[in-house]
């Protein structure tokens, strides 16, 4: 039986082996939430960059711009991190190409690139997310981005939510992370808006924009749709 | 009111600015546990090393020399890393010094010197810690060993444990970290052996012995003694 195994923060990422496995890459709030949505929306691809110049520079090749740093949308970009940015009311995002550069998303997608698949998961697509590690049937690794190299309670608790949802074919017991993480996310299930209101980043990612962004991130498998990794882009599976 | 912080892993203690704070560093299975006990039962004073070689000399400079190798104690050495090697019908430790060297523990030790203070914490002497933290009045870090890096869930419910014991004088509920220590310490807390007998730690140490361990290790507040380090060794506070 193929194991799940979490890594909470891209900095211990080095302790796993990656390769012969498949990386499951999540920043629930609140790039690989509007990594899912953007390309439920309609946009071809999403190329992710470290730095905000490099970012920059795709919109004189057709791409929309999109950029956080420390929970705030850059100056002379596009978009922000909000997945309200690629629905309704927002920019035309259908037929496009987005770039995008995250303070931990990234910096997590990037360092999980020795896996044999690299995938993005949120709460919106679960099920894709579940689906496609069961057909493949090897070693799971979930990548939490966490926050600035620290543990994050969003990201930790989607890996408990994957861990349930995949208990009867994977060994979802074998590290205390897995098991810390699924006790985490018992608690929280009843009424995950509630539960994260209590975490640091949220508390941080203060006002209105970002209550609103956290109650959609925390829905449920809204989409069927799985991004992943492919020559050098994200692209729906 | 100052903060208290837990850091799951020595790998990301370089995230922690310690200067200016109090480091709790916690093995529970079994480095601190057993320094703990060492010095309770009269030891002098406990050299930590992260080489065997180097702990091994100290053999000729009239120490015990205690050692553990992925669970079992090192070939060559008086002791390995079980609290019971210090208690009675052992090798006679009163008066003696002790030169250790672990597999964790003595890495995160190392990794946290850079801090006002630094102490060894275990349930052991819970209280104790506690004691020692609220006079000092600074912020403090929770230096968990983990597990070759890796979270671990006996260091961690130890944070969620001291968190408990210093909430009217701290802030415990500023980091996720804390936060999740927080709510698994209630979880174990009820019956800390029957929780932690799931971890992936304690299945990996299998035998009496090691539950033997494991049972006397999660007894809270059996000693009054504060291990510190001070001019290159652990003593008695």
């Keep these: 039986m193929p194991a799940l195994d979490i890594c909470f923060s891209p900095e211990l990422l ?15 709030l609140r790039a690989t ?6 390309l439920a929306a309609g946009v071809t691809h999403v190329v992710p960059f470290s730095e905000l110049e490099e970012c ?12 956080e740093r420390d929970g705030q949308q850059a100056e002379g970009f596009d978009l922000g991190n909000s997945p309200f940015g690629y629905l309704d009311g927002g920019l035309p995002v259908l037929g496009r190409a ?10 997590a997608l990037h360092l999980s690139l020795a896996a044999d698949a690299v995938v993005i998961g949120a709460f919106l697509n679960l099920e894709a997310v579940a689906d496609f590690v069961r057909q493949q049937g090897k070693d799971v690794v979930i990548v939490c981005a ?3 190299g620290r543990f994050n309670l969003e990201d930790t608790i989607f890996g408990g939510a ?11 017991t074998g590290s205390d992370a897995t098991l810390a993480a699924s006790q985490l996310w018992q608690q929280a299930k009843p009424d995950l808006a ?14 209105l924009e970002a209550h609103q962004d956290m109650a959609f991130c925390v829905q449920l498998d809204t989409y069927d749709l799985l991004p992943i990794w492919r020559d050098g882009r994200l692209v729906a599976n």
Excluded: C
Excluded at 98 to 107: L, Q, S
Excluded at 162 to 172: G, K
């Design 194 to 207: 509630a539960y994260l209101l209590q975490s640091a980043h949220v508390r941080r990612l203060n006002g």
């Design 56 to 67: 920059r520079a795709m919109a004189a090749k057709g791409y929309l711009t999109a950029a």
């Design 14 to 28: 080095p302790l796993y082996e990656l390769p012969g496995k498949v990386a499951v890459v999540v920043d629930i």
């Design 162 to 172: 994957l861990a349930e949802r995949l208990q009867a074919d994977f060994d979802t």
């Design 98 to 107: 987005v770039a995008i550069t995250t303070t931990n998303g990234t910096r």
């Design 33 to 38: 939430s509007s990594i899912v949505t953007a």
């Design 146 to 148: 966490g926050w600035k």
